[in-house]
């Protein structure tokens, strides 16, 4: 577990999450072309738990979904 700090909407908030989530997260940030944390404030924003991690994990997991149903080129 990594716990990691950052400011999101003016305040700072920290986050604890196993090392292959911040991986996904930041192959996730790298490919939409935006910082960690943007792509962190855009899961903040979007989500639908009141746990910042948990919304986290449940993009990360959307995203490998996303990733698995795309054809193969």
């Known amino acids: 577990m990594d716990k990691r700090s950052l400011s999101i909407a003016g305040h700072r908030t920290s986050i604890a999450l196993e090392l292959e989530f911040w991986a996904a997260l930041e192959q996730m940030a790298a ?4 910082t960690m944390t943007a792509l962190i404030c855009a899961i903040d924003a979007d989500r639908q738990t ?7 994990r449940l ?4 995203w490998c979904q996303r990733r698995a149903s795309m054809p193969s080129s």
């Open 59 to 62: 993009a990360v997991l959307n």
């Open 50 to 56: 009141a746990n910042l991690s948990s919304a986290a």
């Open 31 to 34: 490919e939409a072309g935006q």
